[in-house]
């Protein structure tokens, strides 16, 4: 049998995502686990795969892994949940056995912005440029097999107190994608570049601009999502909320003060 598990994490406790010798990652916690529990009999033939392989210090709230086991979903959350400390396995869903959780219909990814010195209307009004389709050579660590035509949905903007929450909705991503649209957002808003300084380097893909890297931390994957709803552990899904609150008090900078209601702005050409 096939199922998915929905999972989150905290980045910033481990080497990235993807399996690394000697090096602490969450994939390699994940499988070890499963290896250890007795939940696969080997990698290969778990047939394991995940959605989305975060960078370092990157954290998720909503990322997807399958694989073949005899066990439920529910029991296999239940079985290996106690090993970890700083993952959080909370939902689960049997799977037709050609499942391949990279095809999601769409994903999910939050930014959260420290915005004391940044002018937002000129942030707000610039990122609407980044949605629709384009060519994202320059805002992206375009490796040599990807195309580099993206497809952004969505951005959409919530401000809580000096925390921006910036959400993008896309089915797919490119390395480094979001974090350098961010880099070149924060230097609109800082007034060290204009709209029209952004706009071309996106028109013009074949001149190299290079606007930097935004810091990974505050890179949240929230969520993918399919055709399919996942079923979930309450227990585990408090484990959830508690990760998004430390995690965002972290970027709030203060646990004091008492946060207005979100005012939200939605960048959607649609």
């Given amino acids: 049998m096939r199922i998915a598990i929905k999972f989150a994490y905290d980045g910033r406790k481990f080497h990235g995502f993807a399996r690394q010798p000697k090096l602490?990652?969450?994939e390699g916690?994940?499988?070890n686990s499963l290896l250890k529990n007795k939940l696969i009999k080997n990698i290969k033939e778990s047939r394991f795969r995940y959605a989305s392989r975060t960078d370092k210090n990157v954290s998720a709230f909503g990322n997807v892994i399958a694989l073949n086991t005899d066990f439920s979903g529910n029991n296999v959350i239940k079985n290996i949940s106690n090993d970890f400390q700083n993952i959080i396995l909370y939902g689960y869903a049997d799977v037709n056995s050609d499942f391949y959780p990279r095809h999601a219909k769409y994903r999910q990814y939050r930014y959260y912005l420290s915005i004391e010195t940044l002018d937002i209307k000129k942030i707000i009004s610039t990122a609407a440029i980044f949605t629709g389709e384009h060519n994202f050579t320059n805002f992206s660590k375009l490796?040599?097999?990807k195309n580099p035509i993206r497809t952004i949905d969505n951005i959409?903007?919530?401000?809580?107190n000096d925390i921006l929450i910036?959400?993008?909705?896309a089915q797919t991503f490119l390395w480094h994608q979001i974090r350098r649209i961010i880099s070149a957002l924060i230097k609109i808003g800082n007034g060290k570049l204009d709209e029209k300084d952004v706009?071309?380097?996106?028109?013009?893909?074949?001149k190299k601009v290079d606007f930097g890297l935004a810091p990974a931390e505050p890179?949240?994957?929230?969520?993918?999502?399919y055709d399919f709803k996942f079923k979930y552990d309450k227990n585990q899904v408090r484990k959830l909320r508690q990760l998004e609150k430390r995690l965002f008090l972290t970027f709030k900078g203060s646990i004091n003060k008492i946060c207005k209601p979100a005012v939200k702005y939605n960048c959607s050409k649609n």
């Fill in 24 to 26: 602490k990652t969450i």
């Fill in 29 to 31: 916690e994940i499988l």
């Fill in 143 to 145: 490796e040599s097999h």
């Fill in 156 to 160: 959409i903007f919530s401000q809580e």
């Fill in 166 to 169: 910036i959400d993008f909705y």
């Fill in 199 to 206: 706009i071309k380097p996106l028109e013009n893909p074949n």
């Fill in 219 to 225: 890179l949240i994957l929230k969520d993918v999502f």
